[in-house]
């Protein structure tokens, strides 16, 4: 298999703006996943809220969350790598990762290794415009992203490590408007947030089942086995609730949008409950990306209340 002719369940697209570019740029696009948004849009949207909750200004709001756009899609794209080279040997004995760059040999380790290098600059620039505090805490996720791939070899629950990683922006976007530490509302967000990570990845597992039982690595969905909706929904439910608790925690801030945005994230995640098929991975697939609209509901109503307000 090549890349171009992916697996049937595969989130790999043949098609797509990457093809106007030189053909031997595409590798490159396919190891960092750029041609896959959707990584990068789960990683930023926890990063979306905090900032709209603390942002002092509009201004600050717009620059910082632009920051983050473009740090999340470098920082996604250099985890990416990172967890292709730890697993490169396993990708070889899964449908759906065979036809990946360094499985396939278009890209060897030193050019990804060089590519890797090119992208933490990229983050670390983006990471160097903002306050002091906030580089100290963006850089204390590191052993998270390093150690993530490995998590999979050694806990059945290798998605409760990605809810804690890609929920760290609410950490990030906080003390970067705010220029303090996270107070008890943002813990309950970022906890909530992190439930909705290990929900959503679990529905990601879903394709992989058959190949991780072969290959012996473990996720939550085969932990789960035939109780995936019930564990799914537990934690979508902790998701919603310990959200929720953290915006009743700014009782000196007006939300009104913000509800509406949280009660349309909470329909949104219990379609995905509804619609769920443990033996589907295209439609686990297609469950899997709606998260980003899942996100976004949030995210529109926490800046709509910050619009309100003027």
């Known amino acids: 298999m090549t890349i171009g002719t992916p697996s049937p369940h595969t989130d790999i697209q043949s098609r797509g703006w990457w093809h106007w570019l030189p053909a031997s740029w595409h590798p490159f696009i396919y190891l960092a996943r750029l041609d896959r948004p959707i990584g990068w849009w789960l990683l930023l949207l926890p990063g979306w809220w905090s900032i ?9 709001m717009v620059w910082i969350m632009m920051l983050f756009l473009v740090g999340a899609i470098a920082t996604r794209a250099a985890g990416c790598i990172i967890n292709d080279m730890w697993d490169r040997q396993l990708d070889q004995r899964v449908a759906r990762t065979i036809a990946r760059p360094l499985v396939a040999g ?31 805490v963006g850089l204390a996720a590191a052993p998270l992203v390093v150690l993530y791939p490995l998590a999979k070899r050694v806990t059945w629950f290798p ?43 679990t529905i990601y597992a879903i394709q992989d089942m058959q190949d991780d039982r072969i290959v012996g690595v473990k996720s939550s969905a085969l932990a789960f086995a035939h109780h995936i909706k019930a564990g799914v929904a537990t934690a979508y439910c902790l998701a919603i609730g310990l959200i929720a608790a953290g915006l009743l925690g700014f009782d000196h801030q007006p939300f009104v949008a913000a509800w509406f945005g949280l009660a349309g994230m909470a329909v949104h995640l219990g379609h995905q409950i509804w619609r769920l098929k443990g033996n589907d991975a295209v439609l686990a697939l297609a469950l899997f990306k709606s998260n980003r609209n899942a996100g976004l509901l949030l995210v529109a109503g926490l800046v709509l209340d910050r619009l309100l307000a003027i």
Do not use: K
């Open 52 to 60: 709209a909750l603390g942002a002092p200004s509009l201004g600050a």
């Open 106 to 136: 278009t890209i060897s380790m030193l050019q990804a290794g060089l590519f890797l290098l090119m992208l933490g600059l990229i983050g670390l620039f983006i990471l160097f415009q903002l306050p002091v505090l906030a580089i100290y």
């Open 159 to 201: 998605q409760f490590v990605l809810g804690l990683t890609f929920s760290w922006g609410v950490f990030l976007g906080w003390v970067a408007v705010t220029g303090t530490l996270p107070d008890q509302s943002i813990m309950l967000i970022y906890a909530g947030c992190a439930a909705w990570v290990f929900g959503y990845d």
